[in-house]
């Protein structure tokens, strides 16, 4: 086979040359090639499985190995000469690797296709890509627990309908944010169970006619199990659907946090203060501090959910098993990771520098009858019917409003007309301090509770 033409695959098939745009146009390496190092740990797994096998001599797996080897060095010093004559980041290494060894490099192939290879260094990027995005997410759990513990007393507005409803304590708000990233760990988790299985063997789709150990490959790799059936495992991308999908809800929690940030750091809200080195200024107007790290975040949420209707969208109409199609896979996957390894890196960074203006919130708490609620409970407790109670506090509001009053600046004679229940006990639950305290079952507000909160999460990290 002296004659073969060592530029184009499969190239003694072909008669004529690869059009020079489709060259171009099929060719993968300029973005797979993020998955090199994957891919040579893949390839090493597999050549000590083929000389278990005895398909390879324990000479030719020395020299697979040192080259395999030299090839990790040259990438990881920037020496390795790309080409797209060899399409994807396999080729490039497979032929490297032949240049440097010979005849054994040609042997590493065997029983392999590129359909199971690609397959299983998309999972094993994606598996430590995991990794890198729950570090961030932990890095910015603890961040939000400091936070909590620091503001576990102070007394914001609770909204809904952005309208004030009822008073809730800083530290409580933010352990909200707490427990969606909890869940986000969670679905990364499980998600990268599926993940870590092992489709190597699975050949081009109808495995091989050689007999391979999978279970030695997979060991060797760190997969719990090689996969089920080979025609799905060369040919499913669900993983990484699920992968953008865990990583759409990560960044549309990221996106509200986002949100709640840039509003109150308005001077509307005037809530918190982002410090300088989070925020830009503007080249028009002076006295701008724009909340850019939010903002962005915000923005780029998009485009995760983006990647993830892409993925849904390139597998919708496939038939098994491989289909080119796939190699679309790379570039919605490459960045959804790096959206969220830099969005939750620079959330984590931000949120101990966040300084919460206690004044303005609990200004802003007093605001709009935040305690309405807490004067009905009142009247229940002394035996009243709730409906009955709701509609005697309507009036007290009402009358709040016309004078310009909060329900604690109110004098008891005059909530004594509303109901004759009312006595000067009424003024522990109308403030602030004593409706958030009385918040206190599993899941409340009170401070207390907060603390508590915060302790079992931190047991739970
Ligand atoms: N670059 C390809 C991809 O990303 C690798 C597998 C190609 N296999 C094939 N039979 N053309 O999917």
């Known amino acids: 086979m002296s004659s073969v033409n060592t530029d184009k695959l499969s190239s003694a098939r072909f008669a004529q040359k690869t059009d020079a745009f489709v060259e171009i146009f099929t060719a993968s390496v300029d973005f797979d090639q993020r998955m090199a190092q994957e891919d040579i740990d893949g390839s090493i797994a597999h050549a000590k499985m083929l000389y278990k096998i005895n398909i390879l001599s324990e000479s030719e797996l020395k020299d697979i190995l040192s080259g395999l080897n030299t090839i990790s060095e040259e990438i990881k010093q920037g020496v390795f000469n790309w080409s797209i004559k060899q399409e994807d980041v396999h080729m490039n290494i497979e032929a490297r690797l032949t240049d440097l060894i010979g005849i054994a490099g040609k042997k590493l192939h065997t029983g392999r296709s590129r359909n199971d290879q690609v397959a299983t260094d998309i999972r094993l990027y994606l598996r430590s890509e995991i990794a890198n995005i729950t570090d961030q ?7 939000i627990l400091d936070l909590a513990e620091k503001e576990a007393e102070t007394i914001m507005p609770g909204f809904t309908h952005l309208q004030v409803a009822q008073p809730v304590t800083f530290g409580h708000h933010l352990m909200a944010w707490f427990e969606m990233l909890s869940r986000d760990k969670e679905r990364l988790q ?5 993940i870590n299985i092992m489709p190597l063997g699975a050949a081009a789709l109808a495995g091989t006619s050689y007999p391979i150990d999978r279970e030695m490959t997979a060991e060797l790799l760190g997969f719990s199990r090689p996969s089920n059936n080979s025609l799905d495992s060369v040919s499913d991308r669900d993983f990484a659907i699920e992968f953008t999908a865990a990583g759409s809800l990560i960044m549309m929690h990221l996106s509200r946090f986002s949100e709640e940030l840039v509003l109150w750091a308005s001077a509307q809200f005037d809530f918190i203060d982002i410090p300088d080195a989070f925020c830009t200024g503007s080249s028009i107007m002076p ?15 998009g485009r995760v959910t983006g990647h993830l209707i892409s993925l849904l969208m390139l597998m919708k109409g496939q038939p098994l098993a491989y289909n080119k199609d ?12 790096d959206t969220l390894v830099n969005s939750l890196r620079a959330f984590a960074d931000m949120i101990p520098h966040i300084c919460a203006k206690k004044e303005n919130m609990y200004s802003a708490a007093k605001q709009g009858f935040a305690t309405a609620t807490d004067l009905a409970d009142y009247l229940v407790r002394k035996g009243m019917a709730f409906r009955d109670a709701h509609e005697i506090v309507g009036l007290a509001v009402r009358l709040g409003v016309d004078t310009k009053r909060d329900l ?12 004759a229940e009312i006595t000067e006990d009424v003024f522990d639950i109308l403030k602030l301090e004593g409706s958030v305290a009385a918040r206190k079952h599993i899941g409340g507000t009170a401070p207390d509770t907060v603390r508590t909160a915060i302790e079992s999460a931190r047991k739970d990290m």
């Open 190 to 194: 499980d998600c990268c169970k599926r």
């Open 137 to 143: 997410l932990a890095r910015l759990q603890h961040a």
């Open 326 to 337: 796939n190699q679309e896979d790379k570039e919605p996957i490459f960045d959804t990771a």
């Open 287 to 301: 006295q701008k501090k724009n909340p850019d790290v939010p903002e962005l975040v915000r923005g780029k949420s």
């Open 408 to 419: 604690s600046e109110i004098s008891l004679g005059e909530l004594q007309k509303f109901s």
